[in-house]
């Protein structure tokens, strides 16, 4: 595999959790990292933690416009990973008879389509060698009562997956599915019964325990450094998937 030494790679969604560890991830392989998120004081915390070689702006991936400026601004660069989201909101979430159908539109605004947004201005700049990584989850492929809209949201993704990569080859895109991982969206989880709570939910898997973010960045190095590797779902989720 081709390290990323002097790779230029866009994070999108890169201020925390996964994003924040691919970030740092590919910084660690050699490459100049740029860092996006929606909240300005988060983007300039994580390139003053980041370091050397890494630079980043604002977008809101919601805003057609600013997705187009980010880009703009960044100019030509080698691989994309997109890691936005808001799983934490579960908007239209609960049984189907109870959908709030205008809010569930918004399942799909970050995850589904902030991230079309961002490929469809991103791909004309991305070198012709390099990828788009993009993000769902393990609940596309187990399903739980009450949560029809993100399990389709999530499954989305992985048809775009497919469909992307090839419409936009030679460049190659791809997708990261993680179960469950140790990232900020914890948080509203009082401390004290946190560490109990992620361990029932995770003793039966064959990992029995939450991921964690720099775990999980390793497949998004792999599918920038796999040079063969297009229109794949790797699912990384302790074996959630087996049982």
């Not at 994003?19 to 909240?39: C, K, M, Q, T, Y």
């Amino acid at each position: 595999m081709t390290k990323l030494n002097g790779k230029r790679v866009a994070v999108i969604g890169g201020t925390s959790g996964i994003g924040f560890a691919v970030a740092e991830a590919a910084l660690r392989d050699g490459a100049h990292v740029i860092v996006g998120s929606s909240n300005g004081a988060n983007v300039d915390a994580a390139v003053a933690r980041l370091g050397d070689r890494t630079v980043g702006w604002p977008v809101d991936v919601r805003e057609e416009s600013s997705v187009a400026d980010f880009f703009a601004r960044i100019g030509r660069f080698d691989h994309l990973v997109y890691t936005a989201g808001d799983w934490a909101l579960n908007r239209g979430g609960g049984p189907v008879s109870q959908l709030d159908l205008a809010a569930g539109h918004a399942t799909f605004t970050v995850r589904f389509w902030g991230a079309l947004a961002a490929i469809k201005h991103a791909q004309g700049s991305i070198a012709a060698d390099g990828s788009v990584t993009i993000t769902d989850g393990v609940i596309a492929h187990r399903p739980r009562k009450g949560a029809a809209l993100s399990t389709a949201m999530a499954g989305a993704i992985e048809h775009l997956t497919r469909a992307l990569a090839v419409d936009l080859a030679p460049v190659r895109v791809n997708a990261v599915c993680p179960g469950y991982v140790l990232t900020e969206v914890w948080n509203s989880i009082p401390e004290e019964r946190r560490a109990a709570q992620l361990a029932k939910m995770t003793q039966r898997l064959p990992v029995p325990r939450v991921g964690l973010p720099g775990e999980i960045a390793e497949a998004y190095l792999y599918l920038m450094r796999g040079g063969y590797a297009t229109g794949q779902v790797l699912v990384v989720d302790g074996g959630m998937t087996l049982i």
